[in-house]
């Protein structure tokens, strides 16, 4: 009841001090307050929102926390005011005992800032202790014959309060005999003593009972009361007295329980019982008592239990020897524990920040932890440490705390997680760790482009196929994770031939799968390029592309086309010439043939299917060549009908036939007349304009036969003399570049070959004679060949004075088919063999070369315009025959 009484007046002394705390910053960092013991829970401590310059608000924003040591809790932070306050009842003597000033050292986490600051509490002391004896009754045995000035012990009080607070008084019950002496100790302590003032007289007054009052100087005063009885003995004059009046003694502390520390020796000069000495702990505490082990008739001190150098580092404690007289001999015994490395660093993760970002800077914060190891000295100094090949080390903070930091930058890609161990060893001998491990993981970014295992790519696809089909597949790969992995794809937007590439090809955005959405045609388009485009998903997107040549592979889809001979669309017959007096091998035409495939689908190969007189032809199995394999007999019919086929090597191959038409004559006339039997239906407007041409052939013919004639008499006239012309060089040259003559409805295509034309003297018509083919074929520049100009050909005789006269023809051509070769219609050179001496100053003559009329543009489509090289040797002197 009186404690509550003094508790509740003491609580205005408690409040004054609380509001009264003193606030100080020591350091960088460090923050101090001040609060009383005893105080309730939730007692303001100090506004620490205020001190670190945040508002309250932003306590738990930035994750603000006491991160400090300790077996419990003694401050809490008000997330509210953002004050700092007491979590419960603190008891600054159960705290720290007798030391002044009482601190207690927390630290606060400020995770939003990565900051840790210091806070020092000093915990004041009140008056809340009364002063107290460990033995409330002692017996105080005095002998008679003590002498006046006779001093003796008395118990001690022990007053756990510090300061003003603490022990200050001892006082004596009134008696005549007895008196109170007191004594102060280095230490500050105050040692009562019984002074005997008077001679004792046992038979008198055997006994006598004193009071001793310990107080202490708080307000109020408070204190305690001890019953001395003291018995008056009988005469022993000697008290007992220790070797050493003080013993010291060092042990490690971990000495088994029962290892003899040392050993205490009294001696009394009594003689008897008077002189037998027992030893006993005088001035001890509760757990010193039960550490350590007095024996009573021997003096050797031992270890009771183990020993903590961490818990107490040494001891002090009185031992008495008394004798059966009750003299008393007091000794002191220190004993000090020595420090052994028993004890392993601790290691206290006290914030994580997990996961951690690969694109964080060097020098992110990963982790704080806190160090600690109980021993001391050396075997308290602690190294932290982690392994050299992380990208992580550790930093010292305040106190024992360390920041776990980057030292480089992460790369998720290459070390998705890491396996931290931190060591902890202290210095010890031997030394002692303490590994701890933390588990991080890098959290990615979008830092990685999908790639392509290939700079290009190239496909192949076959013509004619399907729509729909899939070409090709492509694949990129996104070393990074989740969504930042995700790879589209696309085509790039492109145009072919004017037509959108995404008409022709379309692209799976999830398997990167390509489709043709056109059948294709080789001979139109023979490949693609295009552009693929991989995206990821991350944000901002990242993106590679990749180069993807597309061939389309040719099939045999197309037969063979025969350009020549082609197919008259007039009504007309084609027909080829050939002269009876043909030798074997005779080159009568050739089947030119192209196929639009390419590679061995256009390699062509002709053969004879079939033939009016089999075995008089044959054909060159490449060049489509047709030639003569026999000599022609008389009996051979004019007509000669020829099928042939064009096959290519394709598979399956494919091919085309054409139907030819050979004419076996030996002179023009005879051509013409066995040619003009041979005639086919057709338009009227076509027969006409054929019938035209014929006629103009023959006028033309005619007045070039003419013109000789008359030029020869000229000659023979001026030169008087009757003599027969050796020879005579002419040229027939009624080709036109077409090399179609067109005979009532029948076309007669001229070959390349040489024409011979012999004139005589006396020779009323031309003799035509056709021997072995002989090619002139030479290109000739375009701008001389358009379509739409008239063929015109001048031939120029010119007089020389050597025996050989020579005339150049000039002619042009005409292009009648852009898929067709274009050839050159040869100079056609006229030679005449002028006699002894008529002709030899015969001036240039020219002759004008008929201009070919066309029928039809149709006539002439597919047709080749080969040089035609006609010429006119020299003969004997008696002509050639009719």
């Known amino acids: 009841m009186a404690a509550s009484k003094n508790q509740h007046r003491h609580s205005p002394l408690v409040l004054l001090c609380t509001l009264m705390g003193t606030l100080c910053k020591i350091g960088v960092g460090q923050i101090r307050y001040s609060v009383p013991e005893e105080t309730n829970k939730g007692t303001v401590v100090g506004n620490i929102s205020k001190d670190l310059r945040l508002e309250p608000r932003e306590l738990a924003e930035s994750g603000i926390r006491i991160v400090s040591r300790g077996r419990s809790q003694l401050f809490s932070l008000n997330p509210r005011s953002g004050s700092l306050v007491t979590a419960g009842r603190i008891d600054r003597e159960e705290l720290c005992a007798q030391s002044t000033p009482c601190l207690v050292n927390i ?70 005999h007895f008196s109170l002496h007191l004594q102060t100790g280095d230490d500050g302590t105050i040692n009562p003593e019984l002074v005997l003032e008077s001679t004792l007289d046992r038979e008198e007054e055997p006994t006598h009972l004193l009071v001793l009052t310990a107080s202490d100087g708080g307000d109020p005063r408070r204190s305690s009361t001890a019953l001395i009885q003291v018995t008056v003995l009988d005469t022993n004059d000697n008290a007992p007295v220790f070797e050493q009046p003080v013993y010291r003694v060092k042990v490690l502390e971990n000495v088994a329980p029962g290892t003899l520390l040392l050993t205490v020796r009294a001696s009394d000069p009594d003689e008897g019982a008077n002189g037998k000495v027992t030893y006993k702990f005088r001035k001890i505490n509760e757990k010193q008592s039960l550490l350590f082990h007095l024996h009573e008739n021997t003096g050797e001190m031992t270890v009771a239990k183990n020993l903590d150098y961490e818990e107490c580092s040494s001891y002090e404690m009185e031992i008495q020897a008394e004798d059966v007289g009750a003299l008393l001999g007091r000794s002191k015994v220190i004993i000090m524990v020595e420090d052994v490395n028993d004890n392993r660093p601790e290691v206290t993760i006290t914030s994580l920040f997990n996961p951690v970002l690969e694109s964080s800077l060097p020098g992110t914060v990963i982790a704080f932890l806190n160090v600690h190891d109980r021993d001391s000295g050396k075997n308290g100094q602690v190294v932290c440490y982690t392994h050299d090949n992380l990208p992580f080390k550790l930093e010292k903070s305040i106190d024992n705390y360390y920041r776990l930091v980057t030292w480089k930058y992460l790369d998720r890609e290459n070390v998705s997680h890491y396996n931290i161990t931190v060591i902890a060893s202290d210095l010890g001998s031997p030394p002692l760790s303490t590994e701890t491990y933390i588990a991080l993981v890098v959290a990615d970014t979008n830092d990685n482009p999908p790639r392509f295992p290939h700079a290009s790519y190239i ?9 729909g089909a899939s070409i090709f597949s492509l694949t990129a790969h996104d070393p990074d994770s989740q969504e930042n992995a995700q790879v589209t794809y696309s085509v790039s937007e492109d145009s072919i031939q004017g037509v959108p590439l995404s008409s022709y090809i379309s692209i799976n955005s999830d398997t990167g799968v390509l489709y043709a959405l056109q059948s294709f045609d080789f001979e139109k388009m023979q490949d693609l390029q295009l552009l693929v485009i991989a995206s990821d998903s991350g944000s901002p997107p990242l993106s590679s592309n990749v180069s993807l040549s597309l061939f389309v592979l040719d099939q045999n889809d197309n037969a063979p086309e025969i350009l020549y001979p082609g197919f008259p669309t007039d009504g007309s017959t084609g027909v080829e010439l050939a002269p009876r007096s043909a030798e074997p091998g005779y080159l009568v035409t050739k089947v030119v043939a192209v196929d639009r495939d390419s590679g061995q689908n256009a390699w062509l190969s002709y053969r004879l299917l079939k033939a009016s007189e089999p075995g008089l032809f044959s054909v060159g199995l490449h060049t489509g060549e047709v030639r003569t394999a026999r000599a022609l007999l008389d009996r051979d019919a004019l007509k000669q009908n020829l099928v042939m086929a064009v096959q290519d090597h ?6 085309a036939t054409v139907t030819l038409t050979v004419a076996v004559a030996n002179s023009i006339p005879e051509v013409l007349a066995d040619l003009s039997s041979i005639r086919t239906p057709g338009a009227p407007e076509d027969s006409d304009l054929t019938l035209h041409l014929v006629v103009a052939v023959a006028v033309v013919s005619c007045v070039f036969l003419v013109f000789v004639i008359v030029l020869l008499a000229l000659r023979l006239q001026r030169w008087q003399k009757s003599r027969q012309f050796q020879g005579s060089r002419g040229v027939l040259a009624p ?65 020389s004075k050597d025996e050989d006269a020579c005339a150049l023809v000039k002619a042009q051509c005409m292009h009648s088919d852009p898929r067709m070769d274009r050839y050159i219609l040869e100079s056609l050179k006229l030679h005449f063999l002028r006699s002894r001496r008529a002709l030899c100053k015969t001036p240039f003559l020219s002759l004008l070369y008929f201009a070919p009329f066309r029928a039809k543009e149709e006539s002439f489509h597919g047709l080749e315009l080969v040089s035609n090289s006609i010429r006119i040797p020299e003969y004997p002197q008696h002509g050639a025959t009719s």
């Open 459 to 467: 496909a192949y696809i076959p013509e004619n196929n399907l729509r």
């Open 735 to 799: 080709a036109p570049p077409s090399h179609f003559v067109g005979i009532d409805g029948v076309q007669a295509f001229l070959q390349t070959y040489s024409h011979e034309v012999s004139l005589t003297s006396d020779s009323q018509t031309s003799h035509i004679i056709f021997p072995q083919p002989n090619y002139a074929d030479m290109l000739i520049n375009q701008e001389n060949c358009e379509k739409n100009e008239s063929l015109l050909t001048s031939i120029d005789f010119h007089e």
């Open 107 to 176: 630290n606060i986490l400020v995770e939003g800032k990565g900051k840790l600051f210091g806070v020092e509490i000093e915990i004041t002391d009140i008056n809340d202790n009364n002063p107290k004896f460990h033995v409330e009754d002692l017996e105080v045995k005095i002998n008679e014959i003590a002498a006046p000035g006779a001093r003796y012990p008395l118990p001690e009080a022990v007053d756990p309060d510090v300061g003003i607070n603490s022990l200050q008084n001892y006082q004596l019950s009134p008696n005549q």
């Open 650 to 655: 394709g598979q399956p191959p494919l091919s």
